[in-house]
């Protein structure tokens, strides 16, 4: 199908909004748009809402934005998933943050920490049972270097004092303990665990080495927001040291305790993921006074784009030292865009993930040659929007916590080449025979950061879409019925 007319796009969102009762049209049609690049995007799309009952969306709980994103990915500290079983089991390793470290000795990224709530817990409480953990805790790994207690529902409602738990434990042991009100019932979506994650990182961490002896350089900076799946800090950090800057902290992803705490020494911070960290990194210019600078590490343009943003900051050494390193990777880059252009030139793409992918990629597909026709976030706010309606072209979809019944509708009308989204829609739309990518952690592939990570992007979409298992699928809806099956119907 050929690229759709604006009013062919409205046409499609208003017949998929037909399936809907009167009150939930009216609510879902605000979270619809075509795309306009005159348009306000305030206006345009509504978002950050609760998901309409009833409905089947993909979002997570403020649990798994705080414990699942942003702290969990610290591997030096012990990240107790305080209530059930089950929330910490499900949120464990899922993300591949990989780090630096031996699993259990001083890294604690894949593992399982609980107070495993019973019955007689949600009874009585369970301040005694989480002291006695953190104890127990400290013996059996005494190499770590903190705790984060990560409440899950049930604390809050029958009240456990994590607070005072904390502050006892931390007198008791001399380390860092972070209570973190993050249970899963609070707020529309996981943005809201970012934000209390975020204040906990504010009010337990940020300030604890203010006034102790730090050996700086003018070119300290910090990288926040990018979690290294599959290794994507790492391939970042490389150009950042190229250019002549010294990465003083890289969180959550490969990060440590004493890295958030060395963070207000530095002279920027780096921030990645724009919607999971961008309150810490307000409160850090707020009161100390450090600028922050959103960059964009997918694809060539606009990492180069980026390394120059991020150079403005600093003296003309780096500056020169910024354009040297585009230099250098240019030809390799050019080779990566001559074996694969030819082959993705022309594919249209639907995406729909979680905090920056759904803008942040589009730049590393057009520069394969392909376009990007739709897009929508998970759990994004009005400003994520905002900078997402002049990175997609005019007349394409924009679609906010999307149901999975609009998904589907979507794409059967727009008929992509290729879809990139979460593991929870991957099987639906690969039964229907469409190349699909799991965007969330980059289908065990990666990194996809940086100039290495584009060439490894490039071949995964390629491998991808040009796999000849598409041409052999048949969706379970065109085959032929036994004659049993159709006589019973």
């Given at each position: 199908?050929?690229?759709?007319?604006?009013?062919?796009?409205?046409?499609?969102?208003?017949?998929?909004?037909?399936?809907?009762?009167?009150?939930?049209?009216?609510?879902?049609?605000?979270?619809?748009?075509?795309?306009?690049?005159?348009?306000?995007?305030?206006?345009?799309?509504?978002?950050?809402?609760?998901?309409?009952?009833?409905?089947?969306?993909?979002?997570?709980?403020?649990?798994?934005?705080?414990?699942?994103?942003?702290?969990?990915?610290?591997?030096?500290?012990?990240?107790?998933?305080?209530?059930?079983?089950?929330?910490?089991?499900?949120?464990?390793?899922?993300?591949?943050?990989?780090?630096?470290?031996?699993?259990?000795?001083?890294?604690?990224?894949?593992?399982?920490?609980?107070?495993?709530?019973?019955?007689?817990?949600?009874?009585?409480?369970?301040?005694?049972?989480?002291?006695?953990?953190?104890?127990?805790?400290?013996?059996?790994?005494?190499?770590?270097n903190g705790i984060t207690i990560q409440s899950e529902c049930p604390?809050?409602?029958?009240?456990?004092?994590?607070?005072?738990?904390?502050?006892?434990?931390?007198?008791?042991?001399?380390?860092?303990?972070?209570?973190?009100?993050?249970?899963?019932?609070?707020?529309?979506?996981?943005?809201?665990?970012?934000?209390?994650?975020?204040?906990?990182?504010?009010?337990?961490?940020?300030?604890?080495?203010?006034?102790?002896?730090?050996?700086?350089?003018?070119?300290?900076?910090?990288?926040?927001?990018?979690?290294?799946?599959?290794?994507?800090?790492?391939?970042?950090?490389?150009?950042?040291?190229?250019?002549?800057?010294?990465?003083?902290?890289?969180w959550s992803g490969d990060g440590t305790l004493a890295e958030m705490?060395?963070?207000?020494?530095?002279?920027?911070?780096?921030?990645?993921?724009?919607?999971?960290?961008?309150?810490?990194?307000?409160?850090?210019?707020?009161?100390?006074?450090?600028?922050?600078?959103?960059?964009?590490?997918?694809?060539?343009?606009?990492?180069?784009?980026?390394?120059?943003?991020?150079?403005?900051?600093?003296?003309?050494?780096?500056?020169?030292?910024?354009?040297?390193?585009?230099?250098?990777?240019?030809?390799?880059?050019?080779?990566?865009?001559?074996?694969?252009?030819?082959?993705?030139?022309?594919?249209?793409?639907?995406?729909?993930?979680?905090?920056?992918?759904?803008?942040?990629?589009?730049?590393?597909?057009?520069?394969?040659?392909?376009?990007?026709?739709?897009?929508?976030?998970?759990?994004?706010?009005?400003?994520?929007?905002?900078?997402?309606?002049?990175?997609?072209?005019?007349?394409?979809?924009?679609?906010?916590?999307?149901?999975?019944?609009?998904?589907?509708?979507?794409?059967?009308?727009?008929?992509?080449?290729?879809?990139?989204?979460?593991?929870?829609?991957?099987?639906?739309?690969?039964?229907?025979?469409?190349?699909?990518?799991?965007?969330?952690?980059?289908?065990?592939?990666?990194?996809?950061?940086?100039?290495?990570?584009?060439?490894?992007?490039?071949?995964?979409?390629?491998?991808?879409?040009?796999?000849?298992?598409?041409?052999?699928?048949?969706?379970?809806?065109?085959k032929p019925q036994a004659p049993a099956l159709a006589a019973a119907?």
């Open positions: 199908m050929a690229t759709l007319t604006r009013e062919e796009t409205e046409a499609l969102i208003q017949e998929v909004l037909e399936v809907y009762p009167e009150k939930a049209k009216k609510d879902r049609a605000k979270h619809l748009a075509v795309n306009d690049h005159e348009a306000n995007a305030k206006k345009c799309v509504t978002s950050n809402r609760k998901s309409l009952p009833g409905v089947m969306t993909i979002r997570g709980c403020a649990y798994a934005g705080s414990k699942g994103v942003v702290w969990g990915p610290i591997k030096d500290m012990i990240h107790i998933s305080h209530g059930p079983v089950g929330c910490g089991q499900y949120s464990r390793a899922g993300r591949r943050n990989y780090y630096v470290g031996v699993t259990g000795i001083n890294a604690f990224g894949e593992m399982n920490f609980t107070s495993d709530f019973q019955e007689r817990d949600i009874v009585f409480g369970g301040d005694k049972k989480l002291a006695k953990l953190i104890g127990e805790i400290e013996k059996l790994f005494p190499l770590n604390i809050g409602l029958i009240g456990d004092d994590i607070e005072a738990v904390s502050k006892k434990a931390t007198a008791e042991f001399g380390k860092t303990v972070v209570p973190v009100r993050c249970e899963g019932f609070r707020g529309v979506s996981q943005s809201l665990g970012h934000h209390i994650a975020n204040d906990a990182v504010r009010d337990w961490v940020i300030g604890n080495r203010d006034n102790k002896p730090f050996e700086q350089t003018a070119y300290d900076v910090a990288i926040i927001g990018d979690y290294n799946i599959g290794g994507d800090a790492w391939s970042s950090r490389i150009l950042l040291e190229e250019m002549g800057l010294r990465v003083v902290a890289q705490e060395n963070t207000p020494k530095v002279k920027l911070n780096l921030l990645h993921c724009y919607r999971s960290m961008n309150y810490i990194s307000r409160h850090m210019e707020e009161k100390y006074g450090i600028p922050w600078v959103e960059y964009n590490f997918f694809g060539p343009t606009k990492v180069a784009e980026s390394l120059r943003k991020i150079a403005s900051f600093f003296d003309d050494s780096i500056k020169a030292k910024t354009e040297e390193v585009i230099a250098k990777y240019q030809p390799m880059m050019q080779a990566v865009i001559d074996k694969y252009k030819p082959r993705l030139q022309g594919k249209r793409v639907m995406l729909y993930v979680g905090g920056l992918r759904p803008r942040h990629v589009i730049g590393a597909y057009e520069d394969l040659g392909m376009e990007v026709v739709g897009t929508g976030y998970e759990f994004g706010h009005n400003d994520d929007y905002e900078r997402t309606v002049k990175e997609m072209g005019n007349a394409t979809l924009l679609y906010d916590d999307v149901t999975g019944f609009e998904f589907e509708e979507f794409v059967k009308k727009v008929k992509p080449d290729l879809i990139g989204s979460g593991i929870k829609e991957k099987y639906i739309f690969q039964k229907m025979g469409i190349p699909f990518r799991q965007m969330h952690s980059w289908d065990y592939s990666g990194p996809y950061h940086g100039y290495d990570g584009f060439a490894i992007f490039a071949r995964d979409m390629d491998m991808t879409l040009n796999n000849p298992c598409w041409s052999t699928l048949t969706p379970p809806w065109k119907a």
